[in-house]
């Protein structure tokens, strides 16, 4: 064997243009790593043979067409390894084989499939030996059989007249008879009479009856293998709030609590709004524990509930801190008091600085409006930012009305006016420093809509923006932007995540002047196409230095912008715990008008990464290369190359996801 390995090494290097002698030396040393690699292999492999314990090395799963073997894999006990996990020869710890155990599995398998409409299914477990004495492969036979099918749905309200007639028009209630999982014609499952129980419940709850009950019963034709469902209602007394009770307030009243709980004594009972009221008084910041039930009480037509809260304390300090590429480090600080007047509004002070941004801003927050979806945050600001190529002085208020339309909606409409002061640094070194002033006073909208799922993350996310500036002449500005930021997750696999974003805005309207930097949009950075640094896809112009070389490139914006990011994502837990990595794929580009907008200008970054899933947050670290990269790109001017072979590259490291 290694008198092959040896000639094909030879072989190898005069197929790479050098000699026997001068490459004979690499290949005794490729050849003795070999040998010492595969004498330990064996070595370590001898010695587990020799201590291993039998351990199950591969479950299968044969004759199952109703349930995949991912589904059966999760309701048995014995487990198997990874494809990766087998690898780890130096620890094979853990996936002992019972025999007990495999019994018992058969036994779950089988009452598995009887709960969801297999009578008569038969499984067996066989026991495989492999090429080593420890290796254990199981196969589970299953013979399914005929399922028992549905053959009739009935339903029983047991309740006047009146109140049935009433229910059968509620569109509530007509759903849950459509949307219950127990149709004719389907597979009768066990399982599924404490999920329709649970479903009218809940629906007769929502319109009303608060002592509401409900029975599934089946008759079997085990012959026929066929089954009679009904399904029995007993609505009980319609009911309505009665007292309303609330405990552990300290430094409110109890008027605001029920302000906002939204309950009111006398209004019709509905189990939905108990859940938002205990969901709109834990939203405020003041309280940190919120229950909202009705206690245990004999049926009638009034339903007594209570509340119960806790505050928070009343003063506290945050301090937060992080690092990145762009910002390099960051640190925040604020102090809050959480109710300063006795009426729950909320004060707090906040300073944040980075190399990139110094910011200081107080906010006052009034969290009830006409109802508790309603606030208002007023917040008067400084700050300061270093961009390339110029930097911002702005200091304002900005005042925000914030509704909160249902959980996955909300929309915000502010007002903010900024004095703000620019130093653009000049292209020539001989020439000042630009300095401009000018005012701002904007109208926003803002929104999002959010159908992800918060424990498998998935779903799509949309945020709108649109912003209006010099309205009815006030402000020395006048323009108008627009934006939209759609989002899409799909779990592939439980481990296996595809992320999608696209990202678009334009400026109009824009008065006779040029925009400020600041207001220009831009493209590039560590959460947008990650090939280039922060903002420096797109146009730019070239700064010199004192000697009059050319120093470098700086970003000048644009008045439209694109980008969008597609981004693969593989949890890496079979192997080390906490760990992913991702590939993507981004593009964008900028356009200094509405007009220059071209899909041949679109330019692509490509590239992989890795993250660690810690206690704040995922941390990113990303390699992205430029596909189709531009001279000042490049950092090449008037045909001289200016930049290194990093300049093709972007390294991004971050805490939070990209998108």
């Given at each position: 064997?290694?008198?092959r390995?040896?000639?094909?090494?030879?072989?190898?290097?005069h197929?790479?243009?050098?000699?026997?002698?001068?490459?004979?030396?690499?290949?005794?040393?490729?050849?003795?790593?070999?040998?010492?690699?595969?004498?330990?292999?064996?070595?370590s492999?001898?010695?587990?043979?020799?201590?291993?314990?039998e351990?199950?090395?591969?479950?299968?799963?044969?004759?199952?067409?109703?349930?995949?073997?991912?589904?059966?894999?999760?309701?048995?006990?014995?487990?198997?390894?990874?494809f990766?996990?087998?690898?780890?020869?130096?620890?094979?710890?853990?996936?002992?084989?019972d025999?007990?155990?495999?019994?018992?599995?058969?036994?779950?398998?089988?009452?598995?499939?009887?709960?969801?409409?297999?009578?008569?299914?038969?499984?067996?477990?066989e026991?495989?030996?492999?090429?080593?004495?420890?290796?254990?492969?199981?196969?589970?036979?299953?013979?399914?059989?005929?399922?028992?099918?549905?053959?009739?749905?009935?339903?029983?309200?047991?309740?006047?007249?009146?109140?049935?007639?009433?229910?059968?028009?509620?569109?509530?209630?007509?759903?849950?008879?459509?949307?219950?999982?127990?149709?004719?014609?389907?597979?009768?499952?066990?399982?599924?009479?404490?999920?329709?129980?649970?479903?009218?419940?809940?629906?007769?709850?929502?319109?009303?009856?608060?002592?509401?009950?409900?029975?599934?019963?089946?008759?079997?034709?085990?012959?026929?293998?066929?089954?009679?469902?009904?399904?029995?209602?007993?609505?009980?007394?319609?009911?309505?709030?009665?007292?309303?009770?609330?405990?552990?307030?300290?430094?409110?009243?109890?008027?605001?609590?029920?302000?906002?709980?939204?309950?009111?004594?006398?209004?019709?009972?509905?189990?939905?709004?108990?859940?938002?009221?205990?969901?709109?008084?834990?939203?405020?910041?003041?309280?940190?524990?919120?229950?909202?039930?009705?206690?245990?009480?004999?049926?009638?037509?009034?339903?007594?509930?209570?509340?119960?809260?806790?505050?928070?304390?009343?003063?506290?300090?945050?301090?937060?801190?992080?690092?990145?590429?762009?910002?390099?480090?960051?640190?925040?600080?604020?102090?809050?008091?959480?109710?300063?007047?006795?009426?729950?509004?909320?004060?707090?002070?906040?300073?944040?600085?980075?190399?990139?941004?110094?910011?200081?801003?107080?906010?006052?927050?009034?969290?009830?409006?006409?109802?508790?979806?309603?606030?208002?945050?007023?917040?008067?600001?400084?700050?300061?930012?270093?961009?390339?190529g110029?930097i911002?002085?702005?200091g304002?208020?900005?005042?925000?009305?914030?509704?909160?339309?249902?959980?996955?909606?909300?929309?915000?409409?502010?007002?903010?006016f900024?004095?703000?002061?620019?130093?653009i640094?000049?292209?020539?070194?001989?020439?000042?420093?630009?300095?401009?002033?000018?005012?701002?006073?904007?109208?926003?909208?803002?929104?999002?809509?959010?159908?992800?799922?918060?424990?498998?993350?998935?779903?799509?996310?949309?945020?709108?923006?649109?912003?209006?500036?010099?309205?009815?002449?006030?402000?020395?500005?006048?323009?108008?932007?627009?934006?939209?930021?759609?989002?899409?997750?799909?779990?592939?696999?439980?481990?296996?995540?595809?992320?999608?974003?696209?990202?678009?805005?334009?400026?109009?309207?824009?008065?006779?002047?040029?925009?400020?930097?600041?207001?220009?949009?831009?493209?590039?950075?560590?959460?947008?196409?990650?090939?280039?640094?922060?903002?420096?896809?797109?146009?730019?112009?070239?700064?010199?230095?004192?000697?009059?070389?050319?120093?470098?490139?700086?970003?000048?914006?644009?008045k439209?912008?694109?980008?969008?990011?597609?981004?693969?994502?593989?949890?890496?837990?079979?192997?080390?715990?906490?760990?992913?990595?991702a590939?993507?794929?981004?593009?964008?580009?900028?356009?200094?008008?509405?007009?220059?907008?071209?899909?041949?200008?679109?330019?692509?970054?490509?590239?992989?990464?890795?993250?660690?899933?810690?206690?704040?947050?995922?941390?990113?670290?990303?390699?992205?290369?430029k596909?189709?990269?531009?001279?000042?790109?490049?950092?090449?001017?008037?045909?001289?190359?200016?930049?290194?072979?990093?300049?093709?590259?972007?390294?991004?490291?971050?805490?939070?996801?990209?998108?």
């Open positions: 064997m290694f008198h390995l040896f000639e094909t090494l030879i072989l190898l290097s197929r790479a243009g050098c000699s026997i002698r001068s490459c004979s030396f690499v290949s005794l040393l490729l050849l003795f790593v070999t040998f010492a690699t595969s004498t330990s292999l064996a070595a492999t001898m010695l587990l043979d020799e201590d291993t314990p351990r199950v090395w591969g479950i299968d799963f044969k004759g199952n067409e109703t349930f995949p073997g991912m589904t059966l894999r999760n309701i048995i006990a014995l487990e198997s390894p990874s990766f996990r087998k690898f780890r020869f130096w620890n094979r710890s853990g996936f002992d084989f025999g007990t155990e495999l019994r018992r599995d058969e036994i779950r398998i089988k009452r598995y499939y009887q709960r969801r409409g297999f009578p008569h299914v038969t499984v067996r477990a026991v495989r030996e492999g090429r080593r004495d420890w290796v254990r492969r199981i196969d589970f036979h299953i013979e399914e059989g005929e399922p028992t099918m549905i053959r009739s749905v009935r339903y029983e309200l047991d309740t006047d007249d009146e109140i049935a007639s009433w229910l059968e028009e509620q569109r509530e209630f007509v759903r849950a008879k459509r949307r219950q999982v127990m149709q004719e014609e389907l597979r009768y499952q066990l399982i599924e009479h404490s999920d329709v129980e649970g479903l009218f419940l809940s629906t007769l709850r929502n319109l009303g009856f608060a002592f509401a009950e409900t029975y599934v019963t089946a008759q079997i034709d085990t012959t026929g293998r066929l089954a009679d469902v009904l399904i029995t209602l007993v609505p009980g007394p319609r009911t309505y709030f009665g007292e309303i009770r609330v405990d552990g307030h300290e430094t409110v009243p109890e008027s605001i609590v029920l302000r906002h709980s939204d309950l009111k004594a006398g209004d019709q009972f509905s189990s939905r709004k108990l859940r938002t009221a205990q969901q709109q008084i834990f939203g405020h910041p003041l309280f940190r524990f919120v229950t909202v039930n009705m206690p245990p009480q004999e049926p009638d037509s009034l339903v007594d509930i209570n509340i119960r809260v806790r505050e928070h304390a009343l003063r506290s300090v945050r301090v937060q801190g992080g690092v990145g590429l762009e910002e390099i480090v960051r640190l925040s600080v604020s102090w809050t008091h959480r109710n300063p007047l006795g009426n729950a509004h909320t004060f707090s002070a906040t300073t944040r600085a980075s190399l990139l941004e110094q910011r200081a801003n107080l906010d006052y927050h009034i969290p009830y409006i006409f109802n508790p979806k309603s606030r208002i945050n007023i917040s008067p600001f400084g700050q300061r930012r270093d961009e390339p110029y911002l002085l702005r304002g208020i900005n005042n925000s009305f914030i509704y909160q339309i249902s959980r996955e909606a909300a929309g915000t409409v502010s007002y903010e900024t004095r703000n002061r620019e130093i640094e000049a292209s020539d070194f001989r020439l000042p420093d630009d300095k401009q002033r000018y005012n701002i006073s904007a109208l926003t909208f803002s929104g999002y809509y959010n159908k992800l799922e918060v424990e498998r993350y998935q779903g799509w996310a949309l945020r709108p923006y649109a912003e209006f500036s010099g309205l009815f002449g006030t402000g020395t500005l006048r323009y108008n932007r627009y934006s939209l930021d759609i989002r899409r997750y799909f779990n592939l696999t439980r481990s296996t995540q595809l992320a999608f974003r696209n990202e678009g805005g334009v400026i109009s309207r824009v008065g006779d002047h040029d925009l400020p930097s600041h207001i220009r949009m831009y493209a590039g950075g560590t959460s947008s196409v990650r090939g280039w640094q922060r903002r420096q896809l797109g146009p730019k112009r070239a700064i010199f230095g004192s000697d009059g070389e050319f120093a470098e490139y700086v970003p000048v914006g644009g439209s912008m694109y980008i969008f990011n597609l981004e693969l994502r593989q949890e890496l837990h079979m192997l080390i715990r906490h760990f992913g990595m590939a993507f794929l981004d593009g964008g580009a900028v356009w200094e008008r509405i007009s220059d907008i071209n899909v041949d200008d679109m330019q692509f970054g490509v590239g992989g990464g890795f993250r660690y899933q810690s206690p704040i947050g995922p941390v990113r670290i990303d390699l992205a290369y596909v189709n990269p531009t001279d000042e790109d490049l950092k090449i001017f008037n045909g001289e190359d200016f930049g290194n072979w990093f300049s093709r590259w972007g390294i991004h490291f971050s805490i939070g996801q990209a998108f």
